[in-house]
């Protein structure tokens, strides 16, 4: 088993910037997939950015050149810094770790993006 506990959010003006961590221990293995994702309210959760534990990545076309996935391995831990915020980037964003064949997710923290 493998928990994930997420930090970071809350409420910034647009154009300002934010920073994701997400921490995760227990069974995890030493190849995965780390990421966040997104839900905006009505909408289907979406990816924003993903990175291997080789160090590919790979970013949704909305947030690319503003967002910043990056992690460490030896913490387990993944970051998003989130610049240039827009208000569509409002959402709870959540935490996804895969390791083949179990999928993991934390339990999201929100952004909010005010115009």
């Known amino acids: 088993q493998v928990q994930l506990v997420e930090s970071g959010g809350g409420l910034v003006q647009a154009g300002g910037s934010l920073g994701l961590s997400c921490a995760a221990s227990?069974?995890?293995?030493?190849?995965?997939?780390m990421g966040w994702y997104r839900q905006a309210p009505g909408k289907q959760r979406e990816l924003v950015a993903a990175?291997?534990?080789?160090?590919?990545?790979n970013y949704a076309d909305s947030v690319k050149g503003r967002f910043t996935i990056t992690r460490t391995n030896a913490k387990n831990t993944v970051y998003l810094q989130m610049n240039s915020l827009k208000p569509e980037d409002t959402a709870v964003y959540y935490c996804?770790?895969?390791?083949?064949?179990?999928?993991?997710w934390g339990q999201g923290t929100q952004v909010t993006v005010s115009s």
């Open positions: 996804n770790l895969y390791q083949r064949p179990y999928n993991y």
């Open positions: 990175v291997t534990s080789g160090g590919d990545t």
């Open positions: 227990g069974r995890v293995f030493s190849t995965n997939l």
